[in-house]
């Protein structure tokens, strides 16, 4: 992560950059546009709406301000250290040729993970439909949505999984040994 | 089951699972001095379960790595943040709220102090996942909570493994692996063990497709069952099956998986067909940013971009995606912005010198 700091990118994401499916890395906008739907294998993507998009938003790099509400966001962030030095690059025209070669990359779907569970309760006993504990069974982890039969609701706010497994599994491993006793 | 070997044990605690929560639950259980057996339907290899693939980030408030950084973060703040986040507005939210409440008192108290205390170290840069974008009261986070462990997914295993080998060792933990559990031993309503497959040893690396092949049975009774046996994630069938089409349109026809096979799904739905309440099945967290891996390591292997905010994101048709569905900011409202428009795929357009900032992968093992 320190080697955000240098030049180069890091061998990870070089290595998709080099041998992924769905990364197309050309040095024009026009090169990028043909690679991306050669990817495809139609011809979704008009060039004129790419490069109408792409120059809008570098037009906008003249100012500090202006009326882009992600590079308006962009800026926001930067005020914080650690954005600034390791997350967040400098606002500057997609299209410079320094900060070349161009990059597309086709975003999939990814399934990862279940927010809704086994219902418990904060001893992380399951219940049954009519609320009653199931005598002898507890639950923890992502099988119960992290616990409670889903405590994210829609949303996470991230970090919250780990976190999740950690807490709900020392209420389980707890609370099933207390009840033991 | 005819065959004789079939294995008749009773211990104090089964946990069923040893992925994170149930090296956590298994640990603590022998800590307070109890017999723990500890199944898994895969082998020695997959310890640790989805959390070794992690990134390794933990929500936490109000650490010494934020107050470095000059992030003012309160409990007040967080709490505020994780009720617009999480939108609860179902009569079956009564637990999943009560917990969410005991959890970000966790994360706000305790939960620093217990991870650093088992050698759990952050690095210094606390990321900003879920930016939101909606304004004060919407989702998302209003501040960097993001802790990087050191050493990623696998940092925040070790000591809990290690926990767990330690009680193998004094004889408190026995692992039982390769054992699927298929259903609940049940008496007058209380649950006293469990019986299931034992599958045939496997030599595949870990996240791998193993095989299938029952070898024995299994047949254990216990004073009470831990089910830690995870999510759906790897289930195609059982994610479009609970696919809330009526909220985010109907499933993409293609979705790369960001989990191994073996995340079934099966112990859940075991444990429903047992009596078990199962809620909220339509809620899910499927990424928008998934790209195929390029040296796989289980069927669809998909890795997530973590992005930072600055790539342009477009529709296939090459127009860029409304405000706010930018990198970063809200996973779930960009992913109905996407399924209820149809879109086999979105774009990313960027060039080199954003990559190299920001682009974060996970689901792929690796080091910081």
Redesign the interface.
Known sequence: ?AG?LG????P??Q???D?????VVRDSLPD??RG?NEL?GHD????G??AR??AD?DLQMANVFGKD??LA??RG?RA????R?????K??P?L?PA????????????????????????Q?R????D?QP?????????????????????????????????????V???C?????D | MTTQSVTTQYT??I?I?A???????????A????RVLLLDQEGEQNLGG??FW?F?????INTPEQRR???RDSHELAWR??QS?????RP??Y??????E??VD??AGE?YGW?ASQGVRF?????????G?QGASG???SV?????TWGT?PG?VEP?ERRVREHVAAGRIAFKFRHRVRG?N?SG????GVHGDVLEVSDVLRGEQSSRVVVDGFDLNA????????????N?EL?RK?WPTQRLGPA?E??????PKHVD?A??QM??A???????????????????N??PVWPMH????LP?????W?A?????LP??N?PG????GT?QH??THGYP???????????????T?S??S?K?
Request: net charge positive; glycine share 16%.
């Open positions: 992560m955000r030049k180069k990118v890091s990870s994401v290595a998709f950059m041998q992924g499916a769905d990364f990028l546009v991306m495809t979704a993507v008009e060039f709406t790419v998009e792409v938003r509400p992600q966001m962009v962030a914080l250290i650690n954005e030095l390791i997350r967040i690059v606002p500057a997609l410079d900060a070349g070669p161009l990059i597309a990359v086709r975003l999939n779907i990814l399934t990862r993970k279940t927010l809704g569970g086994l219902e418990t309760d904060l992380a399951v219940l049954r439909p609320g199931m005598p002898g069974l507890y639950a923890a982890g992502e099988v119960a949505g992290f616990d409670g039969g889903g405590m994210h609701g829609y949303r996470s706010l991230e970090g919250t999984f780990l976190g999740g497994c950690l807490f709900s599994g020392r389980a491993g707890r099933a040994a207390a009840a033991l | 104090d605690i946990v699972g992925g994170l929560a149930g090296l956590v639950a298994a640990a603590e259980a800590d307070a001095g109890k989805q959390a992690s390794g980030g933990l929500f936490a950084l000059g992030i943040d994780w986040t999480a939108g609860f507005d079956e939210d637990w999943p709220r009560k917990w969410a005991a959890y966790f994360a939960k991870l690095f210094p840069g606390v990321g900003w996942a879920e930016r974008g989702p998302g986070n960097p909570r993001f802790h990087i997914g925040v809990f609940l049940i309503g209380v649950v006293h004073g009470a069952v831990i089910l830690t046996a995870g999510g759906i994630g790897g195609q994610v609970n993409p293609v979705m790369i998986s960001g989990v799904g112990a859940q444990a429903e047992a009596g078990a309440h199962l809620i909220n099945r339509d809620r899910m967290w499927h990424y928008t940013e998934g790209i195929r390029w040296n998909g890795i997530r971009i930072g905010p600055s790539s342009l477009l296939p048709d090459g127009t860029r405000y706010p930018y900011f809200d996973t779930l992913l996407i399924t795929y979105t774009w990313f357009v960027l060039n080199r010198a954003i990559i190299k900032k920001e682009f992968l689901g792929a690796k910081i």
